[in-house]
């Protein structure tokens, strides 16, 4: 049997590596993975996006560009799953992680429930084009909610000619009991 960890295709466009738990749910505790997503969000600890960047390569094939998206606000520092992306970039494929630029904060997700796709393509630039077309692509981001940053990002990079852009996260906000179909990554 093998004991590669599966991922989980709910959203026909999106994969991602498991559920995500807010902070406030009653089952929270104890569910590693969304522990983990925190404290990479929060803390940017090495050892987690190391251990996200190992379970991650994989399924990645080479010669592709690998970004992520890029945080609410603008910030001068890579975020937790832009250095997953920088690591999961070494090697044999192409790091992109500064083709998307955040260049006006936009609400978090838990300051407005309320964020358009057009809220993101608004604030977001395309940086460094020649790292973007005819390639494909790898999106990651750390938490699927609406999927409308993540949209954005796929459309502005398609629009700048990338040939295919995938979309893997880390874990979907899930707050039912029932559990997603589960797929497998294709890159």
């Known amino acids: 049997m093998d004991d590669s960890?599966?991922?989980?295709?709910?959203?026909?466009?999106a994969f991602f590596l498991d559920i995500y738990r807010p902070k406030n749910h009653p089952l929270r505790a104890g569910h590693e993975h969304s522990q983990l997503i925190d404290i990479l969000r929060e803390k940017r600890a090495e050892e987690v996006i190391k251990r996200f960047?190992?379970?991650?390569?994989?399924?990645?094939?080479?010669?592709?560009?690998?970004?992520?998206?890029p945080?609410?606000?603008?910030?001068?520092?890579?975020?937790?799953?832009?250095?997953?992306?920088?690591?999961?970039?070494?090697?044999?494929r192409i790091d992109a992680t500064d083709c998307l630029v955040r260049m006006k904060r936009v609400p978090t997700a838990?300051?407005?429930?309320?964020?358009?796709?057009?809220?993101?393509?608004?604030?977001?630039?395309?940086?460094?084009?020649?790292?973007?077309?005819?390639?494909?692509?790898?999106?990651?981001?750390?938490?699927?909610?609406?999927?409308?940053?993540?949209n954005a990002c796929r459309k502005l990079l398609l629009d700048a000619g990338a040939r295919q852009v995938r979309i893997l996260v880390?874990?979907?906000?899930w707050r039912d009991e029932e559990l997603p179909d589960r797929g497998w990554l294709k890159v």
């Not at 880390?170 to 906000?173: K, S």
């Open 5 to 13: 960890p599966i991922l989980i295709n709910t959203t026909n466009d």
């Open 53 to 69: 960047a190992d379970v991650l390569k994989p399924y990645l094939t080479t010669g592709i560009c690998v970004s992520a998206v």
């Open 71 to 92: 945080p609410a606000v603008a910030v001068t520092h890579k975020t937790g799953i832009q250095l997953v992306a920088k690591l999961l970039a070494s090697g044999k």
């Open 110 to 150: 838990a300051e407005t429930a309320h964020r358009t796709e057009q809220t993101h393509l608004d604030s977001i630039t395309v940086r460094r084009p020649e790292l973007i077309r005819d390639f494909r692509f790898l999106l990651l981001d750390d938490i699927y909610h609406t999927g409308t940053s993540l």
């Open 170 to 173: 880390l874990g979907r906000t």
